[in-house]
Nanobody, 126 residues
Framework: VQLVESGGGSVQVGGSLRLACVASGYPYGYGGNCMVWFRQTPGKEREGVAHVLSQGDTTYADSVKGRFTISKDNAKDTLLLQMSDLKPEDSAIYYC????????????????????WGQGTQVTVS
């Protein structure tokens, strides 16, 4: 399984970016799958930003609600994260992640819930 992110970069405060994650070798459209965007800054734990279940249900961290939108392009096995109204505190390395949904998982998956990770893409807002 390989997850490859793209779309990171530098943007001004209030700007927008769209991240993409192509999943290879992963049963992308399989029922029960859960795909997540995490982010991490130096010295802090990796935090879940948004996730989407195979049936389309989405969850967002409070810090990004109303500004970020997670979606899937099933035809292209691609996970997307549209980020708008970006703030300096959104600067981080963003990681695409995938796992299988389990009933005892919290509303936002934790890093230890994840089976597969991408390599990360840097987002800088200034």
């Amino acid at each position: 399984v390989q997850l490859v992110e793209s779309g990171g970069g530098s943007v001004q405060v209030g700007g927008s970016l769209r991240l993409a994650c192509v999943a290879s070798g992963y049963p992308y459209g399989y029922g029960g799958n859960c795909m997540v965007w995490f982010r991490q800054t130096p010295g802090k734990e990796r935090e879940g930003v948004a996730h989407v279940l195979s049936q389309g249900d989405t969850t967002y961290a409070d810090s990004v609600k109303g500004r970020f939108t997670i979606s899937k392009d099933n035809a292209k096995d691609t996970l997307l994260l549209q980020m708008s109204d970006l703030k300096p505190e959104d600067s981080a390395i963003y990681y695409c992640a995938a796992t299988t949904f389990r009933p005892n998982m919290p509303t936002m998956p934790r890093p230890r819930d994840i089976a597969y990770w991408g390599q990360g893409t840097q987002v800088t807002v200034s």
